[in-house]
């Protein structure tokens, strides 16, 4: 594993690079009118599928992913990380999280893209639409969370930790489409910035194999060092 380090880095770099420039191209073309009448056709889809019961659930998950409830189970992740994986890697995800939280808000008002207007919103909201808070923040909440978490598990606990957090991350990003509050424009963006922003601070961090070297010493070296200390 320790061998692939570098590979694993540069791979982080090109994923937080494409996620940016798809967030960056994206952000350009929902300011027009024509990706917002795509995005609408498609809220327009959702809302005719819209019950009762589904609608509670969409709420719940929303609040979820909320900076109200995502935020303090980030610090509670954090905590546990820090007790489970060590410092480095709790410290990795704190401040992936909170930074990827204040990256939100920026681009927000960089974009400065209104809210869906056509349809009833189930929700509240004040800020902007592009990209979406929630789909931004699940993804390193909760996903992100639930890899550094992973850590050190079996194939199997692995999968199943990293399913369950991108489960929930994509359940709590398609909640927004549901209650009318976002394009789908804009949670793809905020999905793609979240996950972005998480490669980027693994690449920051290291926390996948903290203070350990890049290449193993190779059998010759190990054999010399042996001889030498028989002689």
């Given at each position: 594993m320790p061998a692939r380090l570098p590979k694993f880095r540069a791979l982080s770099i090109a994923a937080t690079c494409l996620a940016f420039f798809v967030v960056g191209?994206?952000?350009r073309l929902a300011l027009g009118a024509r990706l917002t009448a795509w995005d609408q056709g498609i809220l327009d889809t959702i809302?005719?599928?819209?019950?009762?019961?589904l609608t509670a659930a969409m709420q719940a998950l929303s609040t979820i992913g909320g900076g109200e409830v995502?935020?303090?189970?980030?610090?509670?992740?954090?905590?546990?990380?820090?007790?489970?994986?060590?410092?480095?890697?709790?410290?990795?995800?704190?401040v992936t999280v909170l930074s990827g939280w204040a990256l939100n808000s920026i681009l927000k008002a960089w974009f400065q893209r209104p809210r869906p207007s056509l349809l009833a919103q189930l929700d509240?909201?004040?800020?902007?639409?592009?990209?979406?808070?929630?789909?931004?923040l699940a993804p390193l909440v909760f996903a992100f969370g639930a890899m550094?978490?992973?850590?050190?598990?079996?194939?199997?606990?692995?999968?199943?930790?990293?399913?369950?957090?991108?489960?929930?991350?994509l359940a709590?990003?398609?909640?927004?489409?549901?209650?009318a509050v976002h394009y789908p424009s804009d949670v793809f963006a905020g999905l793609a910035a979240g996950t972005g922003w998480a490669a980027l601070g693994v690449v920051v961090y290291s926390p996948l194999d903290p203070d350990r070297p890049t290449t193993e010493p190779s059998?010759?070296?190990?054999?010399?060092?042996g001889s030498s200390s028989l002689d």
């Amino acid at each position: 594993m320790p061998a692939r380090l570098p590979k694993f880095r540069a791979l982080s770099i090109a994923a937080t690079c494409l996620a940016f420039f798809v967030v960056g191209g994206l952000g350009r073309l929902a300011l027009g009118a024509r990706l917002t009448a795509w995005d609408q056709g498609i809220l327009d889809t959702i809302a005719a599928a819209r019950t009762s019961g589904l609608t509670a659930a969409m709420q719940a998950l929303s609040t979820i992913g909320g900076g109200e409830v995502a935020i303090p189970i980030g610090l509670l992740v954090t905590i546990l990380l820090d007790r489970k994986q060590g410092r480095q890697v709790a410290v990795c995800y704190g401040v992936t999280v909170l930074s990827g939280w204040a990256l939100n808000s920026i681009l927000k008002a960089w974009f400065q893209r209104p809210r869906p207007s056509l349809l009833a919103q189930l929700d509240s909201v004040a800020s902007y639409s592009y990209p979406s808070g929630h789909a931004m923040l699940a993804p390193l909440v909760f996903a992100f969370g639930a890899m550094l978490l992973a850590r050190g598990t079996s194939v199997v606990v692995t999968r199943l930790w990293w399913t369950a957090g991108w489960a929930l991350a994509l359940a709590i990003a398609f909640s927004r489409l549901y209650l009318a509050v976002h394009y789908p424009s804009d949670v793809f963006a905020g999905l793609a910035a979240g996950t972005g922003w998480a490669a980027l601070g693994v690449v920051v961090y290291s926390p996948l194999d903290p203070d350990r070297p890049t290449t193993e010493p190779s059998p010759k070296a190990g054999f010399t060092t042996g001889s030498s200390s028989l002689d």
